[in-house]
């Protein structure tokens, strides 16, 4: 959006608060959890002041999921006096939030209060810090992504209040591509679709999952930055559209060990000026010899950026054998037991999907491990070794990391992540796998209390 573009907008937005029609301007940040966190300012004020930048504390790019303040991070601490960041907004990511009445939001880069230097660890800056080295090759980054979800029949507050025991999903069996299944569920759906498309999120649809109350929203292909921003929202208006209705949902990737776990499917190609850089009609399977690069850093590369993938304990989980969550980095021509799946083949849209990632994943992380990774299969021409056929579930190369151990340790060992995003953005990571290992260390589960209270 150019300068004009984003004043045009403001305009627009101005009118819309003169006439009360907008009363209520949500100011968002992306954390490094992947949610949205910000402030509420009153559109008045937003129009007047608010639109130029406002503040917030800098421990929410330097927390956990409940937003504790652990040590060990170089960004902030209590030592230096948790100091503040700038919240910038983009104003080209202005839109209303129908399923709110009076209500707009928009998104916001973070930058250093100090200097004005974009944070580099906010997760919107390390995805554009990739989109940028990728259009100076002379590329652009087009994505999608696919939300999976599970859809409860208790309110959200009711199941917190009972200690998120006895949890009943919506439907009592698998409801894949099921219709009549659906249609008991599209007072949370049909609101969830048509809210988001009226904001500008281009939804293509829903859909019943392999589990009991799981669900499946599609969003179409945007570039990069788009989709980051498109996913991001449509999550927080999942719950939000969910607890409206009296309903709860998880995007925890293995809720219980028996049933089915949450994924988010990353499809993802370069084009060149409007044409698809992926495709030559003179190569084997329209696979151009760029799209072998790529694909042959993602595999190479894949344990370095597992952890932007699965960024918790409970990741590692969904990680089972004839489960649709794979479990090596190999790739396969549209079989989906495979870590990259090569979809369209032969055809323009030919592209590949990661089907490593959870549905907990931060979407601006995993994209930019992702493109890290093409970029350097591009700039080390890598050779591309042959599909893999049948069940890839067998065998033992090519194993995804198995924990989230195993993930921190490739992480910050990456040569490649530490070039393509910097020493600090990858200590920064790192030290959040340690958060999250170390707070599950000092917890007594009820697995251990059921299994050894008596018989130990």
């Not at 130029?52 to 504790?68: G, V, W």
């Not at 592209?351 to 990661?354: A, D, K, N, P």
């Not at 796998?433 to 697995?447: C, G, K, N, S």
């Given at each position: 959006m150019?300068?004009?573009?984003?004043?045009?907008?403001?305009?627009a937005l101005r009118v819309q608060v003169e006439s009360g029609d907008v009363d209520t301007v949500l100011v968002c940040i992306v954390d490094m959890q992947g949610r949205l966190m910000g402030k509420r300012l009153h559109a008045r004020h937003f129009?007047?002041?608010?639109?130029?930048?406002?503040?917030?504390?800098?421990?929410?790019?330097?927390?956990?999921?409940?937003?504790?303040?652990?040590d060990g991070y170089a960004s902030t601490s209590?030592?230096?006096?948790y100091g503040d960041y700038i919240m910038k907004p983009d104003l080209a990511t202005l839109r209303p939030v129908p399923w709110l009445e009076g209500?707009?939001?928009?998104?916001?880069?973070?930058?250093?209060?100090?200097?004005?230097?974009?944070?580099?660890?906010?997760?919107?800056?390390?995805?554009?810090?990739?989109?940028?080295?990728?259009?100076g090759m002379g590329f652009d980054a087009i994505m999608a992504t696919e939300l999976e979800f599970f859809l409860f029949e208790k309110p959200l507050d009711e199941i917190r209040k009972e200690g998120f025991r006895d949890l009943q999903p919506i439907s009592g069996y698998n409801e894949d591509y099921h219709l009549f299944q659906t249609t008991k569920e599209e007072h949370v759906l049909r609101p969830l679709r048509n809210h988001l498309y009226a904001a500008g999120i281009p939804v293509e649809g829903t859909k019943g999952?392999?589990?009991?109350?799981?669900?499946?929203?599609?969003?179409?292909?945007?570039?990069?930055?788009?989709?980051?921003?498109?996913?991001?929202?449509?999550?927080?208006?999942?719950?939000?559209?969910?607890?409206?209705?009296?309903?709860?949902?998880?995007?925890?990737?293995?809720?219980?060990?028996?049933?089915?776990?949450?994924?988010?499917?990353?499809?993802?190609?370069?084009?060149?000026?409007?044409?698809?850089?992926?495709?030559?009609?003179?190569?084997?399977?329209?696979?151009?010899?760029?799209m072998q690069h790529y694909l042959a850093g993602l595999l190479k590369y894949a344990p370095d950026f597992t952890y932007f993938l699965a960024p918790y304990i409970n990741s590692y989980k969904r990680f089972q054998k004839g489960s649709f969550?794979?479990?090596?980095?190999?790739?396969?021509?549209?079989?989906?037991?495979?870590?990259?799946?090569?979809?369209?083949?032969?055809?323009?849209a030919v592209?590949?999907?990661?089907r490593i990632g959870g549905s907990d994943l931060n979407p601006y992380l995993a994209m930019a491990g992702q493109l890290a990774a093409g970029i350097k299969g591009i700039e080390e021409r890598l050779a591309l070794p042959p599909p893999a056929e049948g069940d890839t579930y067998e065998g033992e190369s090519g194993l995804i990391p198995q924990t989230l151990r195993d993930a921190r340790e490739a992480l910050y060992g990456s040569a490649m992540l530490r070039?393509?995003?910097?020493?600090?953005?990858?200590?920064?990571?790192?030290?959040?796998?340690?958060?999250?290992?170390?707070?599950?260390?000092?917890?007594?589960?009820?697995?251990?209390?059921?299994?050894?209270?008596?018989?130990?």
């Open positions: 150019t300068n004009a573009q984003a004043l045009d907008a403001l305009e129009v007047e002041h608010g639109w130029e930048e406002t503040h917030c504390c800098n421990y929410l790019l330097a927390t956990d999921l409940e937003m504790e303040t652990p209590w030592r230096a006096g209500t707009v939001m928009l998104l916001c880069d973070v930058l250093d209060h100090h200097t004005h230097e974009p944070v580099a660890h906010a997760p919107r800056a390390i995805l554009k810090r990739q989109l940028e080295r990728l259009e999952e392999a589990g009991s109350g799981q669900e499946e929203l599609n969003i179409r292909y945007a570039k990069a930055l788009d989709t980051a921003d498109y996913h991001t929202i449509a999550k927080h208006a999942t719950k939000e559209i969910a607890w409206q209705q009296g309903r709860a949902v998880t995007f925890l990737p293995k809720w219980h060990h028996d049933h089915s776990g949450s994924s988010t499917h990353i499809h993802q190609s370069l084009w060149r000026q409007g044409v698809p850089a992926f495709h030559d009609d003179g190569e084997a399977r329209g696979m151009s010899a760029l969550a794979p479990t090596r980095t190999v790739w396969s021509v549209d079989n989906r037991t495979a870590g990259f799946r090569l979809c369209a083949e032969g055809t323009r592209r590949i999907e990661c070039e393509a995003m910097g020493d600090a953005v990858v200590d920064h990571y790192a030290r959040a796998a340690e958060v999250e290992m170390e707070d599950f260390a000092r917890v007594v589960t009820d697995y251990e209390v059921a299994r050894g209270f008596e018989r130990s």
